[in-house]
């Protein structure tokens, strides 16, 4: 089967958790504006 996944340097765990941050500010954004245009 696979290979385990190799650590994650602290430059890539970096920008993942900067992307997640951005991705879970979206969905914030997205709910506020259907809940004030609903």
């Known amino acids: ?3 385990p996944q190799p650590l994650l340097s602290s ?3 970096g920008t993942t958790l900067a992307r997640s941050m951005r991705v ?3 969905v914030q ?3 506020l504006g259907s809940l ?3």
């Open 36 to 38: 004030r245009s609903g």
């Open 24 to 26: 879970e500010k979206a």
């Open 11 to 13: 430059e890539e765990e």
């Open 29 to 31: 954004m997205l709910l």
């Open 1 to 3: 089967s696979g290979l």
